[in-house]
């Protein structure tokens, strides 16, 4: 069975400060990693695979396959950066039957 | 943008009452899935499409049915809506073919009273 887990549920940091967004997941395969974003009433979008290994918005990711990890980073956060944010897992077979973590709450305060 | 819509966007509806959702997009993609979104649980997977007239459950598929009856729409029915399916649906379309990289609809948020 596929699982992500993303500990925090809420997540508050300053402006200009770094923060990092933890994803842990548990597959037995070779999944494919992602983060989406929400922010406020708007559709969820997608932010980072980890195949591109892309920054997007001052975002990285890595996938740590020996910690099964796929945290997101971003050295200086930014107000506009408050957001919803899940992480998912897309398995090696019937890639799109996503799995999303329960989402971590970003909070960036002035 | 993948032209993808959802209809209605805001219902209230009682306890015991049919309800369909309806996704419907613009470009042709194959595979399209149904998710619900509620606080504390992230988004799970209803059902999916992978073509018209094939769709299977996902991980939450109990009370709800769907069906694809052409490539651009798909549509989510709760036979008898209770108060438990109160949330937010979102539909979703795989970009790129079988991928996981997935685009989102605005979603539907539905209230059973």
């Known amino acids: 069975a596929q699982r992500v887990t993303q500990p925090e549920k809420l997540l508050s940091v300053f402006k200009g400060a770094p923060v990092e967004l933890k994803c842990n997941y548990s597959?037995?395969?070779?999944?494919?990693l992602f983060w989406y974003v929400q922010y406020s009433r708007q559709r969820l979008q997608l932010l980072l695979r980890?195949?591109s290994r892309e920054s997007i918005k001052g975002f990285t990711a890595d996938l740590n396959k020996g910690e099964t990890s796929f945290h997101l980073k971003k050295p200086f956060a930014q107000e506009e950066d408050s957001a919803m944010y899940y992480c998912?897992?897309?398995?090696?077979?019937?890639?799109?039957?996503?799995?999303f973590g329960d989402g971590t709450t970003l909070t960036v305060k002035p | 943008d993948a032209g993808i819509t959802q209809s209605p966007r805001h219902k209230v509806t009682e306890t015991g009452t049919p309800v369909t959702l309806r996704c419907h997009q613009t470009?042709?993609?194959?595979?399209m899935y149904w998710y619900r979104q509620d606080p504390g649980h992230g988004l799970r997977l209803i059902h999916y499409?992978?073509?018209?007239?094939?769709?299977d459950k996902g991980e939450v598929s109990d009370g709800y049915s769907v069906s694809r009856s052409k490539t651009e729409d798909f549509l989510l029915t709760l036979e008898s809506a209770t108060s438990s399916q109160t949330s937010v649906y979102f539909c979703?379309?795989?970009?790129?073919?079988?991928?996981?990289?997935?685009?989102f609809g605005e979603g539907s948020r539905l209230t059973v009273l």
């Open positions: 980890h195949i």
């Open positions: 998912a897992l897309s398995p090696n077979t019937n890639a799109g039957k996503s799995t």
């Open positions: 597959y037995s395969g070779s999944p494919e």
């Open positions: 499409s992978y073509g018209v007239k094939d769709t």
């Open positions: 979703a379309i795989s970009v790129g073919g079988n991928t996981g990289e997935l685009f």
């Open positions: 470009e042709n993609h194959r595979y």
